[in-house]
Antibody, heavy 116, light 107 residues
Framework: EVQLVESGGGLVQPGGSLRLSCAAS????????MTWVRQAPGRGPEWVAT????????YYVDSVRGRFTISRDNVDNFVTLQVNSVRAEDTALYYC?????????WGRGTPVTVSS | DIQLTQSPSFLSASVGDRVTITCRAS??????LAWYQQKPGRAPKVLIY???ALLSEVPSRFSGGGSGTEFTLTVSNLQPEDFATYYC?????????FGHGTKVEIE
């Protein structure tokens, strides 16, 4: 069974940092791109970042480029999102998903709240 | 960036109705479009990919169509469990983008 379990979210002050993690299991992790999607309260989903199978290719939405970094560990089957210089508009539920196109499997998400 | 415009934003319907949601892309995306259903407190669930391909566990009352810049999601014989918010998403180019959603409510 495919499982994606996100962790690392929480309350952070503007300008602060968090490290979000996603533990993946139940599928050949190293053969799939991985993606983070976020959803602000009352809003639709927003694609944030994707990392290729071997980690050599990464893609970001403009609003987070230079502040967020996606990475992966193909030994322990983790994908992480380092979130730096956070802003109020980064407040959202952050989901880990599989793939680079459409997303069939989602975790339950980890919430990030940016507030002073 | 490719913009996706969904219409309507809200839709009131009754059980048994046939409803259609439209998603328009700001440029040609061929059939690189997916549709999702989301219920409160849950992650989005993909229903359709490649504009018209239904995932195996999705009921056949859901159907998708279109190509290029105009796409539709149709739900025939609306069931109580279908009242939810629906989103389209393009996978033609980065950044991946989603529509703003269509909330299907009970009339």
């Amino acid at each position: 069974e495919v499982q994606l379990v996100e962790s690392g979210g929480g309350l952070v002050q503007p300008g602060g940092s968090l490290r979000l993690s996603c533990a993946a299991s139940g599928f050949p992790f190293s053969r799939y791109s991985m993606t983070w999607v976020r959803q602000a309260p009352g809003r639709g989903p927003e694609w944030v970042a994707t990392i290729g199978e071997d980690g050599s290719e990464t893609y970001y939405v403009d609003s987070v480029r230079g502040r967020f970094t996606i990475s992966r560990d193909n030994v322990d089957n983790f994908v992480t999102l380092q979130v730096n210089s956070v802003r109020a508009e980064d407040t959202a539920l952050y989901y880990c998903t599989i793939g680079a196109g459409w997303y069939e499997h989602w975790g339950r998400g980890t919430p990030v709240t940016v507030s002073s | 960036d490719i913009q996706l415009t969904q219409s309507p934003s809200f839709l009131s319907a009754s059980v048994g109705d046939r409803v259609t949601i439209t998603c328009r892309a700001s440029q040609d995306i061929s059939t690189f479009l997916a549709w999702y259903q989301q219920k409160p407190g849950r992650a989005p669930k993909v229903l359709i990919y490649a504009a018209s391909a239904l995932l195996s566990e999705v009921p056949s009352r859901f159907s998708g169509g279109g190509s290029g810049t105009e796409f539709t999601l149709t739900v025939s014989n609306l069931q109580p469990e279908d009242f939810a918010t629906y989103y389209c998403q393009q996978l033609y180019r980065y950044p991946r983008t989603f529509g703003h959603g269509t909330k299907v409510e009970i009339e």
